[in-house]
């Protein structure tokens, strides 16, 4: 049994049933990864779908619409349990999507293959003191959000948060510039706003982890808006692929979600410290050697 899709690009696909489910299971692990770590999870689906055959620009593209259900399902998830704090998510977003464009638009100037290693660097810094540093992050609630000790109100949010402790409300330029930095980032060197807007939530904005991750997957389900729709200009989309991984992402950003809802804070940023350091080996040797 077979699968002919006709993507725009004009491309013939032949799918086995053995590489729809391993389309559909390539979903399911980028939607863990999302909903966990409040990134988009295209360095999976991106790779993914090209080693099943896709081309390159129609592996690129079709990752995107991908993206947004599951930023869309972590994000319920997080915001039943109170953990998204709306202001920063869709300010950094909002602001994210504007400078990722101006991102895309000056690789034409910059060298992202230099660029790329140094964020490497950057992601690998931020890695190791979320692993090492236990101070540097604001003290948060530990376990499930339905303990019955009583909800307080989220700063700067909408929704509840179990026993939250008192936040200081973030100033919309600190918000509006880490989601600008993110962006201009994501769209410069085609990697996604999440991993690095948590980063800088925890590390700049002493945004507690939970809270980070949470809103971080609403910043990217906005950021990857623009892109899908210049992406389905240029006829990069092949939504039989996209479909397929909708498929898994979807229920596995609600996997991942309930993951981080679930653990600790501090396994949490143990977990996400640990996903940056392999992140930034990952990007930093492909980068070195590609130079």
């Known amino acids: 049994m077979s699968l002919t899709a006709y993507p725009v690009t004009g491309e013939d696909v032949h799918m086995s049933v053995l590489t729809i489910l391993g389309v559909v299971g390539i979903g399911v692990l980028a939607g863990v990864l999302s909903g966990m770590f409040g990134v988009g999870g295209a360095?999976?689906?991106?790779?993914?779908?090209?080693?099943?055959?896709?081309?390159?620009?129609?592996?690129?593209?079709?990752?995107?619409?991908?993206?947004?259900?599951?930023?869309?399902?972590?994000?319920?998830?997080?915001?039943?349990?109170g953990l998204v704090?709306?202001?920063?998510?869709?300010?950094?977003g909002a602001s994210g999507a504007v400078f990722a464009a101006l991102g895309a638009w000056s690789t034409k100037w910059i060298d992202a293959h230099v660029l790329?290693?140094?964020?490497?660097?950057?992601?690998?810094?931020?890695?190791?003191?979320?692993?090492?540093?236990?101070?540097?992050?604001?003290?948060?609630?530990?376990?499930?959000?339905?303990?019955?000790?009583?909800?307080?109100?989220?700063?700067?949010?909408?929704g509840l948060a179990t026993r939250a402790p008192a936040r200081v409300r973030i100033g919309l330029p600190a918000i509006l510039a880490s989601g600008a930095a993110a962006g201009t980032l994501a769209g410069l060197l085609g990697v996604g706003g999440g991993i690095l807007m948590v980063p800088a939530f925890v590390t700049v904005l002493r945004v507690p982890v939970k809270t980070a991750v949470a809103s971080s997957l609403v910043a990217v389900g906005i950021l990857a808006l623009p892109a899908l729709v210049v992406h389905a200009a240029l006829g990069h989309i092949d939504w039989v692929w996209a479909v397929l991984l909708m498929l898994g992402t979807v229920p596995g950003a609600s996997i991942g979600s309930r993951i981080t809802i679930g653990a600790r804070a501090g396994t949490v940023r143990r977990m996400f410290g640990g996903f940056l350091a392999v992140v930034a080996v990952v990007y930093g040797v492909s980068e070195l050697l590609a130079i």
């Open 116 to 158: 790329m290693v140094v964020t490497a660097c950057l992601l690998a810094f931020s890695g190791v003191r979320m692993l090492r540093d236990p101070t540097s992050e604001p003290a948060e609630p530990e376990g499930d959000a339905n303990d019955a000790s009583g909800p307080l109100p989220v700063s700067g949010g909408v």
């Open 85 to 92: 704090d709306w202001r920063l998510g869709l300010g950094a």
């Open 43 to 81: 360095a999976i689906t991106t790779p993914g779908i090209r080693a099943m055959g896709a081309s390159a620009p129609t592996a690129l593209g079709t990752t995107i619409p991908a993206i947004i259900p599951g930023a869309v399902t972590g994000s319920i998830r997080y915001a039943r349990a």
